[in-house]
C-alpha cells in the first residue's frame, strides 16, 4: 500500500470511528436524562421504561444498532491503535507528554475498562444476571418496577464502588473523545477552537454528575421507595 493510500485509510478509519464514539456519546447523554426521572418518583421511571419496552421493534432495532456502533468503534479503535504502533515500530526515547493531557494518553486503557464496566452494566441490571436478588417485580400500574431494582442496587455498598468508578472512567473517556471526534470531522477552527476542546471535558461533566447524582441519591437516602 502507498504512504497516500495508507494515509486515506486510517483518515477514513478515523472518521467512522469519530461518528461512532459521537453516537454512543450521544446515547450516553440520553440515557442518563432518561434516568434522572428517578428524582420523580417510581411512576415517572418506570412509565418511561415501559414506554421505551411498548415498543419492541424500536427497542431492539436501537440496541442492535447500537451494538453494531460499538462493535465499530472498539475495532476501528484497536486497528488505529495497531497501525499507528506498526507505522512507528521503534518507540521513541523520550516522550514528551507536556502537551498531552492524562485522558489522551490512557484512551487505550479507559476504553478497555469502559468496555468491562458496560458489560458488568448489562448483565447486573439489564439480565438481571450479577445480582440474583434484585426484586423482578410490577408497580401498580402493571409496569416493570425499574425504580426499586436501582434503590435495591444502590443501596449495596460495593454496587456503588463499582459505579462510582465506573463513571469516573466514562468521564476520563468523553472528555477527550468528543473533542478529539470533533477534530478529526474537520470541525476544529481557529475561532471555535476553545470550544471544541471544551465540548468533551463539558459533556463529561454533565453525564458523570447526572449519574453519579443518581447513584449517591439513592445510597444516601435523598430517595426511597
Not at 421504561?49 to 460499538?70: E, I
Request: proline share 3%.
Amino acid at each position: 500500500m502507498s504512504r497516500e493510500s495508507y494515509s486515506r485509510s486510517s483518515m477514513s478509519r478515523k472518521v467512522v470511528a469519530s461518528l461512532a464514539g459521537l453516537g454512543l456519546a450521544g446515547f450516553v447523554v440520553f440515557h442518563m436524562l432518561g434516568n434522572l426521572q428517578v428524582f420523580e418518583g417510581s411512576d415517572a421511571l418506570n412509565r418511561y421504561a415501559s414506554f421505551l419496552r411498548d415498543m419492541p421493534f424500536f427497542l431492539w432495532t436501537a440496541r442492535l444498532g447500537l451494538l453494531a456502533v460499538a462493535a465499530a468503534h472498539v475495532v476501528l479503535a484497536i486497528q488505529l491503535a495497531l497501525k499507528n504502533r506498526h507505522a512507528r515500530p521503534i518507540a521513541y526515547a523520550v516522550r514528551d507528554y507536556r502537551n498531552a493531557s492524562v485522558a489522551s494518553r490512557t484512551m487505550a486503557l479507559s476504553g478497555s475498562l469502559l468496555l468491562v464496566f458496560i458489560v458488568f452494566h448489562l448483565l447486573h441490571l439489564t439480565a438481571g444476571l450479577v445480582d440474583p436478588a434484585v426484586p423482578s417485580r410490577v408497580d401498580a400500574q402493571g409496569h416493570l418496577d425499574v425504580y426499586g431494582k436501582l434503590l435495591h442496587a444502590f443501596q449495596n455498598p460495593l454496587y456503588v464502588a463499582v459505579y462510582c468508578a465506573g463513571q469516573l472512567v466514562l468521564g476520563i473517556h468523553l472528555s477527550h473523545a468528543v473533542s478529539s471526534s470533533l477534530q478529526t470531522l474537520g470541525l476544529e477552527h481557529a475561532a471555535w477552537n476553545r470550544v471544541f476542546k471544551a465540548a468533551g471535558p463539558a459533556v463529561a461533566l454533565l453525564v458523570v454528575c447526572g449519574n453519579l447524582s443518581i447513584i449517591l441519591a439513592v445510597f444516601l437516602g435523598m430517595i426511597r421507595p
